[in-house]
């Protein structure tokens, strides 16, 4: 199954690359019930996005002293310790010490909420399991990924995608698994870039101090299966404007509790703002659209095809807004070619 080259293979390299896109929470997660293990106090439901994407390419080699990184071709040490934290579960399942050279690129920023992690490890474990001949079911994939980032476990697969919580200690039981196909409902998703600096306070630093200071840690905990259950039957039905209010719901949800942190976490600027109350505008004057944001100040306003244009010229004006991409909804995580790695 690995991609290996004539040369490499009797080199000792076994390589492999792999393609995962990210993907954007309609239900939120937020909180662990273990950081170790990257286990959420909630289920979460997602969509994967088309157009953006993590490409990586992994070589196990023999000849290497320890693991090397390299994120859109420069060499990213502070990242590493999280790739090989990443490398030493595919190594451990296939029962070798040999390191490994990571090389990711991403077609959009890194590491500003627009969920590069979550693609980023998805392609890892894809391509890792590829080059090791491991063998991994999906479901296996998932839970490696979810070990990686928790989100990542959602990118494993395409289109709506569901991410149970989980009762077991293990988390043998906390995985993602696929809903319906992208094509079955394609919507399309504007991403408002309204910053390309890396955020200052990373999701599990922000959630764990959730979970420690915020009041509304419980109520958030209470009410999450109800917004699944709400979320899930919008998706069957295909009612957008359910899925609209149960997802608005649930991310000024997410963040109220982290705004309600001690400190605050307030990952919003003002063109965060604006945009949110452009798209609400939008929605009341019959534009089938809604926002979601994650913990950055990106806005992602989710929309039937038909009003992407609208939806992305209007944000395109809200002052602040640097950048609009658009996409619609993506397949699952893939093998690809090693070629197929430059950035296109
Ligand atoms: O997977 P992480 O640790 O990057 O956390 C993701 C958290 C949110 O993006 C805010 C919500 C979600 O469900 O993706």
Sequence with gaps: MSVALTGAAAAGIRQAAA????????????????????????????????????????????????????????????????VAKCLDLLRARAGTHVRARVESSNNFPTGAGLASSASGFAALIVAG????????????QSIFARRCSGSAARSIFGGYVEWTRGKRDDGSDSLANPMLDASAWPLHVVVAITSK???????????????????YQRAWIDGQETDL??????????????????????????????????????YWNAATMDCMHRVRALRASGVPVFFTIDAGPQVKAVCEPQAAAAVAAALREVPGVLDVVETGLGPAARLIELDELAVA
């Design 19 to 82: 393609q995962a896109q990210p993907n954007i929470a309609l239900i939120k997660y937020w909180g662990k019930r273990d950081v170790a293990l990257n286990l959420p106090v909630v289920g979460s439901l997602s969509i994967t996005l088309d157009s953006l994407w993590t490409r990586t390419s992994v070589q196990f080699d023999a000849a290497l002293s320890q693991d090397e990184f390299l994120l859109d071709g420069r060499r990213d040490d502070a990242q590493l310790r999280r």
């Design 229 to 266: 259950v709400i979320a899930r039957a919008a998706i069957q039905a295909h009612d957008f404007e359910k899925l609209a209010d149960i997802s608005e719901h649930s991310c000024l949800k997410m963040h109220a509790l982290a705004l309600a942190a001690q400190p605050g976490l307030l």
């Design 197 to 215: 600096r890396e955020k200052a306070i990373g999701s599990t630093e922000g959630m764990n101090r959730t979970a420690d200071t915020s009041p």
């Design 129 to 140: 399991n590829a080059a090791l001949d491991l063998d991994l079911s999906l479901a296996e």
